[in-house]
């Protein structure tokens, strides 16, 4: 087996080795992604997300991107896989928040893959940065 061979094998088998520990999350609503950033303890940052209805925040609690752990963003490195589903009725203005003073759906992104989902209109991103997926693409800029 020639040297090159051997490397394509071991990055082959590593990457089946990250995936391993990524688990399926399904998400039937808002309250139910804004709960699996919050409140799931076996939830990882690298684990997919499939969506399986509109996510309509019309009628929940959120003020912060997601991934936001005390005030110290850590960034979504998953595969969120929308379905043709829409996000709408967002609605997040952190203008002037001492505490917290970016807006986004996320609050970064590193190496995720964002598919097949629309954020509509009726959404609105307010904030020192913001963004409607995410204030930082992780890559290009630390803070």
Known sequence: MSRQHLLVCLAAMLGCLLMADA?????????????????TPSFQMTDEIEVDGDLDFA????????????????????????QGHVIKNIAMDNTGNSDYPHAGLFC???????????INTLCSFKGDSAGALSILYWDLFLW
Not at 23 to 39: M, S
Not at 59 to 82: H, K, Q
């Open 23 to 39: 688990a399926l999350q399904i998400v039937y609503d808002a309250q139910d992604l804004i709960d699996l950033f919050t409140d």
């Open 59 to 82: 009628d929940t609690e959120f003020s912060t991107p997601l991934g936001l752990s005390v005030m110290e963003c850590v960034p979504y490195s998953g595969v969120f896989n929308g």
């Open 108 to 118: 970064g992104l590193k190496g995720a893959t964002i598919k097949d989902v629309t």
